[in-house]
């Protein structure tokens, strides 16, 4: 299983100031040099974090497994074929929303994503769809043709330690296995931290977890190397 670190909240801090630093460019290469396997910025259409100049950066200055977060739109489909990341990730997009708060809805209309996503895959990128964990999703996914879809893993993650926990982990275990006899690659991945982390391991073939504010907020007391090992440690016992 590899893990993704999501980079956006060095963005968010550094945007408090309007300035240079904490650097996007040197945190992602902290996260590298800790073992992470790849660094994922997501460029939202308002870029209150990531802006553009670091996308392209961390693609340009960094040799590194880059996954692009992005919405289906066109500046953004017209960006990632510019900037080819080795793999995209869909997400929808509100503006007023503090982070990314549902699924994608494939399945109100497939064809659109279809041909939203066609395009980036014929010019080699792996494109992945951010989905609830609901079987409608899933086949949804697979009639657009995606090879990978991300599982929402954020209720899991608000229900962790509730009773609702058990429910929604089913609800990715299942997700999971239905997407994997298609033939879909999954990843998951949103509010997922040092603690219901664990369970990932009893979803059997996992692709790659992608996670960022829980590993940002410790890096705050023990290190961004030290935190992005932490969780390593936590993965890799997958
Ligand atoms: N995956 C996707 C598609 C996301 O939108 C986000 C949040 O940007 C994450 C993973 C990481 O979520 P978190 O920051 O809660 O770990």
Do not use: W
């Amino acid at each position: 299983m590899l893990l993704g670190v999501n980079i956006d909240h060095i963005a968010t801090l550094r945007n408090a100031r309007n300035g240079s630093e904490p650097s996007v460019i040197e945190a992602a290469k902290v996260c590298l040099k800790a073992g992470a396997n790849g660094i994922t910025a997501h460029l939202r259409e308002d870029r209150r974090h990531i802006k553009d100049i670091d996308i392209y950066a961390l693609r340009k200055d960094i040799n590194c497994r880059l996954n692009m977060e992005m919405a289906a739109t066109e500046e953004m489909q017209k960006i990632a074929l510019d900037l080819l990341p080795d793999s995209c990730c869909i997400v929808p997009e509100k503006r007023r929303e503090i982070t990314t708060e549902g699924g994608l809805d494939v399945a109100n209309n497939p064809e659109y994503i279809k041909n939203f996503i066609l395009p980036l895959i014929n010019n080699g990128i792996n494109v992945s769809l951010f989905i609830d964990p609901y079987e409608n999703q899933i086949e949804a996914a697979y009639k657009s043709c995606a090879k990978y879809i991300e599982l929402h893993t954020g209720s899991y993650s608000s229900a962790f330690g509730t009773d609702l926990e058990e429910s929604e982990f089913q609800k990715l275990k299942k997700s999971a296995q239905l997407a994997q006899s298609f033939g879909i690659k999954v990843n998951a991945g949103h509010g997922l931290n040092y603690d219901n982390v664990k369970r990932m391991h009893q979803i059997s073939g996992l692709h790659e977890l992608n996670i960022g504010h829980s590993i940002i907020s410790k890096s705050v007391f023990i290190g961004l190397e030290n935190a992005v090992k932490d969780m390593l440690l936590l993965v890799n016992k997958i």
